[in-house]
């Protein structure tokens, strides 16, 4: 059985977004035609808590894009973004949702942050994704949303990690920085991912 992840596709990383990824929108037509294609999807949303660690303006002289130590985990400060219950924060309604089976919310603890939707970037916690995919029979997982280079990412490494068959669709997702991506698609390449275009899977 396969499943599609899609990852925080949220005004926030969208153009206009608190933390907008560049051409954001060319993945929202893409996506609308994958949801289609696939049996069982599931969601992320990035859902921070106000003052969040992850963001620069809970530390004081620094920074968005600068990095600091974040409770023993190197941390990338980001803009204020996907604030619990903001506009910013909710699932984007340019996407044809109605397909979605369960959204898998992460990021709520203001001390760690959590890219992957699978686990905080400490592997302290799961979110519970792995169990459900694997009690609805999932062995493969197409991954695709925003951004390229963080959450999918460190989704698609997570779900390697737990033993699923993983694919990332490279046209359905952008990234926030191109050459960390191009690191990203190596690495994944290098623990057993494949990368698809989605014509290859909806043939056309
Ligand atoms: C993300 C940075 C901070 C993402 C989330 O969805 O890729 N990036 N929070
Ligand atoms: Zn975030």
Not at 68 to 76: K, R, S, T
Request: net charge negative; hydrophobic share 40%; aromatic share 10%.
């Amino acid at each position: 059985m396969d499943a599609l992840i899609l990852v925080d596709i949220q005004p926030d990383f969208l153009p206009g977004g608190a933390l907008a990824v560049p051409d954001g929108n060319a993945i929202i037509p893409v996506v609308n035609q994958l949801v289609t294609h696939f049996d069982l999807v599931v969601a992320t949303q990035d859902w921070h808590p106000s003052g969040h660690g992850s963001f620069a303006s809970a530390h004081k002289g620094k920074q968005p894009f600068e990095a600091i130590d974040l409770y023993g985990l190197h941390q990338v400060l980001w803009p204020d973004h996907c604030v619990q219950g903001s506009a910013g924060a909710a699932l984007s309604d340019a996407i044809n949702w109605d397909k979605i089976a369960a959204i898998f919310r992460k990021g709520m603890n203001p001390g760690i942050d959590s890219y992957s939707g699978f686990y905080d970037n400490g592997y302290r916690k799961r979110t519970g994704l792995d169990g459900y995919l694997k009690a609805l029979g999932v062995q493969r997982v197409f991954v695709a949303g925003l951004a390229a280079d963080y959450c999918v990412y460190y989704t698609a490494k997570d779900a390697l990690k737990e033993g699923f068959d993983t694919v990332l669709i490279e046209d359905a997702t952008r990234p926030i920085d191109a050459s960390n991506f191009k690191e990203a698609k190596a690495d994944l390449k290098s623990k057993g991912a494949s990368i698809m275009y989605s014509s290859e899977l909806l043939g056309r």
